[in-house]
């Protein structure tokens, strides 16, 4: 039996707590267990689908050849705007780097600088090229099966 100090007042007491012992695995199931059934708001049919599966292969199409286009857009668009950015901002990154922490970290940054500016441009003209995409194809969608 364990005991906790309880206060009371100005003085500490020991109160007996007591609790049921449950072997790791079978605890780590009973939290998975209770924490789906209250989160979980999907139909059996939902559950059955793995991610990779949708209602029609056009859809799927549709998707994929977005992606790659998107990729491939992101890709020359970080080719072309790493350079020019990197050579913008990197006398302000290594200054500000070497000002506050030291003459040695400026190297070490200019190249993190590079790698987080591409990161960024490829994200940003990912992000962009996708959603452009898939407005466009939404766009002709509607003015080809608009009923009017």
Known sequence: MLFYLCKNGSTFSALPLSFQLIPPNEGLARRKTRSSELTDTTSAEERDMTPNQSNSGASGMFSGGVRIIAETAAAIAAFFGTGPLYSATIDFVENYANSQ??????DFIGFVWGIACG???FGTARM?????????????????????
């Open 101 to 106: 922490y030291g003459h040695t970290a400026g």
């Open 128 to 148: 962009t090229a996708g959603a452009a995409l898939t407005a466009a194809g939404a766009a002709i969608a509607v003015r080809i099966f608009a009923p009017y």
């Open 119 to 121: 990161a960024l441009i």
